[in-house]
C-alpha cells in the first residue's frame, strides 16, 4: 500500500542507510548535510511518484524496473517498502565523471540497503554513461524505466537516453519522467532580482549539475519523437520546503499562489514537469533542431549516412 501521508515517507527515508556501496565507496556517507537537504527537498516528489507508479502500472503490478540515476537510492528503498515483488536495477555513473575510470563500462556493482525494520536489500548497479553507452539489458526486459531527476543532467544527448529506454522497455511498458521546470516561476523572479537562476558547479563533475533544463512542451515533444506514446505530462508545484525561513516560505507561498490561478501562461510556470510514456513500435533517435546543434555529429546519424 502506497504511504498515505507525506511525513510517513519523510520519517521512512531519515532511516534509510547504504551499508555497502561498491559504486562510490563512501561518497555518500561523507555528504550528510546535503542527503538530509535532498530529503527534506524532494520528499513530496518522490511520495508523488510511488502515486503515479501505481496508478498507471499496465498490468496493475510493479516488477522489473530500471532506474536511471539511482543515487541516492532513497526511491529504490521506497520502490522496495511499498511494491511487492519489485526488481530494482540502478544505473550510476561514479563521481567524478571528468575521469575516463568514471563511466567506463558497463560494469555490475552493487549498493546494500538498510531501511524500515532492519530491512536490507541488495541493488544490482551498472555503472556506465546512460547518454552514450548501448544499455547492457536484452530488448523488452522491463515494465518499468525510470528518468527521475536526470534529464536535465544530461551534458550531450537526452535522445540516447530516450531511445535505449525505448528499447529495453517490454511493449506498453512506461517510462516516468520528472525534472524541474525551466521556466518556473521562481527562475523568472530571480531573473527580475538580476540574479542568475544557473545552476551551481559540482564537485561530483559534470553530471552533478543541472546542464539544460526543459519546458513541458520540449519534453512532451522530444519524448513523442523517439518512439513513445505520451500517456500523461503536466507541471505541478511540489517541493517540500519545511526547513526554508518563515519569509522564504511565505515567498514561495505567493509564488504558488499565483501559478495555481487558472491562466495559461501561470499554469505552465509551476515548478516540477511529470510525463509518463509508454513504448509503442520502435526506438527513434530524433534530433530536433529546437534542442540540438549539429545532430549529423551524432553517431547515430553519421552511421545512418
Known sequence: MIPRSLNEVVEYLKNMTVVDDQVDHGVLEASQYELDDYRWFHARRLWRSLQL???????????????????????????????????????????????????????????????????????????????????????????????????????????????EAHRVLKPGGRILLTTPNAIDLRKTFNLLLNRSSGFPYSGHGIYGRHNREFTLEELRSLTAACGYRVVAAWVENITLRQHYSRAKRWLFKLLNFWTGLPLPYLKNKREYIFLIAESTGKPVFSYPPNLYLFPHLYPENSRAK
Do not use: C
Not at 532506474?67 to 567524478?96: C, I, K, S
Not at 540497503?113 to 544490482?124: E, I, R, T
Not at 547492457?136 to 537526452?158: K, Q, R
Open 53 to 163: 507508479m501505481q496508478k498507471w502500472s499496465p498490468t496493475g503490478q510493479v516488477r522489473q524496473i530500471l532506474e536511471l540515476g539511482a543515487m541516492p537510492y532513497y526511491f529504490t528503498a521506497l520502490l522496495y517498502r511499498y511494491f511487492t515483488e519489485v526488481q530494482v536495477t540502478g544505473v550510476n555513473v561514479r563521481a567524478g565523471v571528468w575521469e575516463d575510470s568514471a563511466t567506463a563500462g558497463p560494469r555490475l556493482e552493487s549498493v546494500t540497503l538498510k531501511h524500515g525494520a532492519n530491512k536490507q536489500d541488495k541493488v544490482p548497479i551498472y555503472v556506465f554513461n546512460i547518454e552514450t553507452t548501448r544499455y547492457p539489458f536484452p530488448d523488452s526486459t522491463f515494465d518499468w524505466v525510470l528518468g527521475m531527476e536526470i534529464i536535465e543532467h544530461l551534458a550531450y544527448s537526452p535522445t540516447h537516453m530516450l531511445a
